[in-house]
């Protein structure tokens, strides 16, 4: 049997697949993050290789390198996006079953609450009749009927009238948040009174197919 005498170029070719594969294989384990950073280093390095006298194949290896950096960060958005719309149809399909569940809980709470607020009722009445004492004792139990704390149960003079007493009055000042924010939008220097804040969010879409 004859050996097979492998050539420099066959070898480096096979190198270069090698590299490649591996490059292919290890680049869609990468987050977001380091694909950008990745990249980032690619430009890098295809700048400095142009003021230098770099090797063509070494070129062309980091351009080929970065086009698979960017395969795999559209790769990776297009995941971001579908794993968000996918959590968001869970999302909806949980807050449903909720909804389900506080239904059925609410409808076995307030058939309960009636319950024992019919029973007071009854006692009430029973006790406003004459039938009951203010103290009912049974053998473990007892029932008192006992008066509420003081509670105010409407205004006879409107609060805005002059003959209603300012100490039984209570205002409450507050900012009006809405209209500090239309005088910043409107150009007005406000940061003597507030400070504005502007944060960032986060959309997801899909792009406009070209195909109508």
């Keep these: 049997m004859k050996k097979r005498v492998l050539t420099v170029r066959k070898i480096r070719a096979r190198l270069f697949k090698t590299m490649t594969l591996a490059k292919e294989q290890n680049i869609t384990k990468l987050s977001l993050g380091e694909l950008s950073i990745d990249s980032s280093r690619l430009w890098e390095q295809i700048e400095a290789?142009?003021?230098e006298d770099s090797d063509e194949n070494q070129v062309g290896l980091i351009?080929?390198?970065?086009?698979?950096?960017?395969?795999?960060?559209?790769?990776?958005?297009?995941s971001i996006v579908?794993?968000?719309?996918?959590?968001?149809?869970?999302?909806a399909a949980w807050r449903q079953r909720r909804d389900r569940a506080l239904m059925l809980y609410s409808d076995a709470i307030k058939a309960r609450e009636d319950s024992i607020t019919q029973i007071k009722e009854m006692l009430l009445h029973l006790h406003e009749s004459g039938l009951i004492l203010q103290r009912s004792i049974g053998r473990e139990c007892e029932i008192e009927?006992?008066?509420?704390?003081?509670?105010v149960a409407q205004l006879n003079i409107d609060i805005e009238s002059?003959?209603?007493?300012?100490?039984f009055k209570r205002?409450?000042?507050f900012p009006d948040n809405?209209?500090?924010?239309?005088?910043?939008?409107?150009?007005?220097?406000?940061?003597?009174?507030?400070?504005?804040?502007?944060?960032?969010?986060?959309?997801?879409?899909?792009?406009k197919s070209k195909n109508k």
């Design 82 to 91: 579908w794993v968000k719309e996918m959590l968001e149809s869970e999302l």
């Design 162 to 167: 002059e003959e209603f007493p300012s100490e």
């Design 178 to 207: 809405q209209t500090i924010i239309n005088a910043y939008k409107a150009g007005i220097d406000v940061s003597k009174y507030a400070e504005i804040k502007i944060g960032k969010q986060v959309r997801f879409k899909r792009k």
């Design 63 to 78: 351009i080929e390198q970065l086009i698979q950096n960017q395969n795999a960060i559209e790769s990776k958005i297009d």
């Design 49 to 51: 290789a142009q003021h």
């Design 145 to 151: 009927i006992r008066d509420n704390p003081p509670s």
């Design 171 to 173: 205002v409450k000042i």
